[in-house]
């Protein structure tokens, strides 16, 4: 009876959804229906291409991944679950780690991140906590850069970049972490034109600003910061650019945000 209940819950909540934009796949996610979805983003500069691996295995369309590359969400099983990247065409993983629990309703984010000695690897595990009604966009801040340990990270109206009194929209992200961080929810703005400013943590100095752009309401974004390409820029301190991948399943590259600050 009580699967029944949410049953006709969840499709009444999708007809509203569906005329206001929104869509039944985010309710089944809210109300831990669904299968749970992983993905795989190459975050390391100049990096040769790999292939993703759930289990030791490469799921279908998770090959041959570029930098800046986003694979689609693909369906896995809950439990215990291992994931690692590898060299195309090989299964011998460059880095690995482990999701203990997967769980349904859940998205699961692999990074391939540059190392400090040997590639690494970072982990988000999403619990997608999304109101049924609201169209908000989701955004969650990563850290890929061994030059730039500790940052805040500022989302300003492109009208009001001075951060001197602002708070950081997500604070401290430290080395190989998010923040939110792993088995949190993402942050929720309203759409809008925006830009994004990255300071050593604590600092109100810049040392990354982006152009203008546009975040669209219900977008879903992960924002990583990367070390400039080249093996002397990655480092020096401060030398990095911002990665924006929008999490989704139209395996859209991600957008790699140019610092106004100095041209880069």
Known sequence: MK?????????????????????????????????PEIHFIHAIPSGPAVDFLVNGTAPSGQTNISYKGVTNFTNINTGATTVAYSATGTTTALASGSFPDVAKGHQYTVLALPGLAAPAIGLI??????GLLSNSARLRGFNASANATNLDLYLVQSTSTDITNVSPTMAGVAFKNAVPASGQDSIYVSGGTYVLIATTAGSKTPIFQSPAFTLSNNADWLVTSVPIAGALSQLVPGQIHLLVAQNGNTQTPSVELTNTLNGQ
């Open 3 to 35: 699967l029944i209940r949410t049953m006709v819950a969840m499709a009444a909540v999708a007809s509203v959804l569906s005329a206001c934009g929104g869509g039944s796949d985010d309710v089944g996610k809210e109300l831990g229906l669904t299968n």
């Open 125 to 130: 595990d999403d619990p997608f906590d999304k």
